[in-house]
C-alpha cells in the first residue's frame, strides 16, 4: 500500500503484520529512510524529531539490520541521543560539508547534498541552508536551488570538517581480550551478545581469516571500528598495548575484568570506570555492557528488534 513515511513524508509502501502476540506492526520500506518496522503504540516525535529520525534512518540503512529493525518509543528516545544526530548549527554545518567533501573526486566538484543527511524537514528548507552558506563563502551553489541544487566547497569550508575517526566498518566493536579457551563463555554470552543487543557486532583478531602479522590485523580491526572494548583478565599485555593504541585513535574504550583479577589491573587502567564481571549472573553483566554501550557510544546500526 503507498503511503507516506512518517519521519521524510516520501512516497512509501508500507503494510500492517499482526500475529496475535504483539501489538500490530507497520513494515514500511522508504526510498530514503530504508526499511523499518513501526510500533502501532503511541509514537508522537515532534517536526524537529522527525527530522532527526530521518537522518539517522538515512546515514544508517546500509549498515543496519534493516529487516528487524523495529522503532517503538524506546528506540525512538535512543534513535534521538545517538550521537549521530546533529546537536547545533555547526553540526549540521559540518554534516553537509563533511558530506559534500566526501563525495568529492577533485576540488571544485559538484555534489548534491540528499536531504535527509542534512537534516533539514524539506527541499524549501535545504535551499534556505546552502543559501546562507553560500553568504558565508563556504560554498558555491548553482544548479535548481530547490530541486537538484550543485554544490562545490570553498577553502573557507574545510575549516568546518571536523577531524574524524576513520572508521571503514560501521556498527563494529573491535574486542582486545586474552585469547584462552576459558574466556569463549565470555566472549559469547557477554560481549558478543552485549554488543548485538546495542547494534554492533564484536569481533576479534583470533575470529578472523588473514594473511600476514597478526599485528597489522589488530591495528587494522582497531582502526576500522567504531569503538573497543578492553578486558584486562589475565593482565596480558597486548590488551593493554591495543587499548593505548585505540586512545591514541580517539576511539571510546570500554574497559572490563573479571571481578577476581580486578585488582591485578595496572595502576594507569585501574582508575578508570571498569566493568567487574563474572560467572554467578551472566545475564546481568551483558545488559551492564549492553547499556554501558547505549549511553556512552549511542544506539549501532545493526540493533535487532528484540
Known amino acids: 500500500m503507498q503511503s507516506k513515511c512518517p519521519f521524510c513524508n516520501s512516497e512509501s509502501d508500507s503494510r500492517t503484520l499482526i500475529d496475535g502476540v504483539r501489538l500490530p506492526r507497520v513494515v514500511?520500506?522508504?526510498?530514503?529512510?530504508?526499511e523499518y518496522f513501526l510500533s502501532t503504540d503511541t509514537l508522537t516525535p515532534s517536526e524537529i524529531e522527525k527530522v532527526n529520525i530521518a537522518g539517522y534512518l538515512y546515514e544508517t540503512k546500509s549498515v543496519r539490520g534493516e529487516s528487524s529493525f523495529e522503532i517503538d518509543n524506546t528506540r525512538l528516545s535512543e534513535i534521538l541521543k545517538s550521537p549521530l544526530v546533529p546537536r547545533t548549527l555547526?553540526?549540521?554545518?559540518?554534516?553537509?560539508?563533511?558530506?559534500?567533501?566526501?563525495?568529492?573526486?577533485?576540488?571544485?566538484?559538484?555534489?548534491?547534498?540528499?536531504?535527509?543527511?542534512?537534516?533539514?524537514?524539506?527541499?524549501?528548507?535545504?535551499?534556505?541552508?546552502?543559501?546562507?552558506?553560500?553568504?558565508?563563502?563556504l560554498i558555491n551553489?548553482?544548479?535548481?536551488?530547490?530541486?537538484?541544487?550543485?554544490?562545490?566547497?570553498?577553502?573557507?569550508?574545510?575549516?568546518?570538517?571536523?577531524?574524524?575517526?576513520?572508521?571503514?566498518?560501521?556498527?563494529?566493536?573491535?574486542?582486545?581480550?586474552?585469547?584462552?579457551?576459558?574466556?569463549?563463555?565470555?566472549?559469547?554470552?557477554?560481549?558478543?551478545a552485549g554488543c548485538a543487543n546495542a547494534g554492533y557486532k564484536a569481533i576479534r583478531v583470533i575470529d578472523k581469516e588473514y594473511n600476514g602479522d597478526i599485528t597489522d590485523e589488530i591495528i587494522a580491526g582497531i582502526k576500522e571500528s567504531d569503538f573497543i572494548i578492553a578486558d584486562f583478565t589475565g593482565q596480558r599485555g597486548g590488551v593493554?598495548?591495543?587499548?593505548?593504541?585505540?586512545?591514541?585513535?580517539?576511539?571510546?574504550?570500554?574497559?572490563?575484568?573479571?571481578?577476581?583479577?580486578?585488582?591485578?589491573?595496572?595502576?594507569d587502567t585501574n582508575h578508570i570506570n571498569t566493568i567487574k564481571?563474572?560467572?554467578n549472573d551472566v545475564d546481568s553483566y551483558r545488559k551492564i555492557l549492553t547499556n554501558r554501550i547505549r549511553a556512552t557510544i549511542g544506539l549501532g546500526?545493526?540493533?535487532s528488534k528484540s
Open 90 to 137: 555547526s553540526d549540521r554545518i559540518s554534516k553537509v560539508v563533511t558530506y559534500i567533501d566526501s563525495e568529492s573526486r577533485y576540488f571544485g566538484q559538484s555534489v548534491t547534498p540528499p536531504i535527509p543527511v542534512m537534516y533539514v524537514a524539506d527541499k524549501e528548507e535545504r535551499a534556505n541552508f546552502l543559501r546562507s552558506l553560500m553568504n558565508e563563502h
Open 28 to 34: 514500511v520500506n522508504c526510498p530514503q529512510c530504508g
Open 277 to 279: 564481571w563474572n560467572y
Open 141 to 192: 551553489l548553482s544548479g535548481n536551488v530547490e530541486d537538484k541544487p550543485e554544490v562545490s566547497l570553498t577553502l573557507k569550508a574545510l575549516d568546518f570538517i571536523k577531524p574524524r575517526i576513520e572508521t571503514s566498518r560501521p556498527g563494529q566493536c573491535f574486542v582486545a581480550m586474552w585469547f584462552d579457551e576459558k574466556m569463549n563463555k565470555f566472549f559469547n554470552e557477554i560481549v558478543l
Open 240 to 267: 593493554y598495548y591495543e587499548a593505548g593504541y585505540a586512545i591514541g585513535l580517539g576511539k571510546t574504550v570500554i574497559q572490563m575484568c573479571q571481578e577476581e583479577d580486578l585488582p591485578n589491573m595496572h595502576f
Open 301 to 303: 546500526p545493526n540493533i
